[in-house]
């Protein structure tokens, strides 16, 4: 099924999914930093991640590939010819970094909060490979340690132009763009 793909240019492994919704980042947000960055999306996650593809498609005039519900054998092969991760707080997204791909992690965990907090991405962030991780400045009312909202709520003060902004400094360092 993933055999026929005939892709030019840099490739972004896309983890738009995550295992709470507070941690979702907007489908929006995601088509504006890789309608910026101009490079082919591919969409990675689980096949209930696969509603997000219609509207990432929509938004983006460049290629984006939806290879959620890949087995995790496929995935893992097709994360061997991406240049970089951008998700959100999630199993993709360490597996990316296990196959050696620099990441951009969207966090909805305050940079002023608690970091020995679980949500932390001191604690669980990418290990062993160039990674940036954009995160709310401090957490949106009422929230005060953590996001405690169970809907995107803090995340949403992330904004595409921090995410452009790491994926500019991150390439500086790695070269991936």
């Keep these: 099924k993933f055999r026929n793909w005939k892709i030019k240019g840099k490739i972004v492994a896309i983890g738009i999914g ?7 980042w907007p489908v929006e947000n995601f088509a504006k ?3 910026a ?14 509603i997000y593809y219609r509207e990432l ?9 939806n290879a959620c519900g890949a087995t995790l054998r496929q995935t893992i092969a097709l994360l061997e010819h991406c240049d970089v ?8 997204k360490h597996l990316a970094a296990a196959m050696g791909l620099p990441v951009v992690e969207v966090n909805f965990h305050p940079r002023r909060g608690n970091s020995s907090h679980v949500s932390s991405p001191k604690r669980f962030g990418a290990r062993g490979v160039p990674n940036i991780v954009v995160q709310p400045k401090q ?3 009422p929230c005060i340690e953590s996001c405690e909202k169970n809907i995107p709520h803090c995340i949403l003060k992330v904004t595409t132009e921090e995410v452009i902004v790491a994926f500019k400094k991150l390439s500086s360092k790695t070269k991936v763009f």
């Design 33 to 35: 930093v890789l309608n």
């Design 85 to 92: 991760f951008l998700g959100n707080d999630s199993g993709p």
């Design 139 to 141: 957490p949106k009312p």
């Design 37 to 50: 960055i101009q490079a082919t999306g591919l969409l990675i996650g689980g096949p209930e991640d696969s």
């Design 18 to 24: 995550a295992s709470q919704e507070r941690k979702r």
């Design 57 to 65: 498609s929509r938004l983006c005039p460049q290629n984006v590939i």
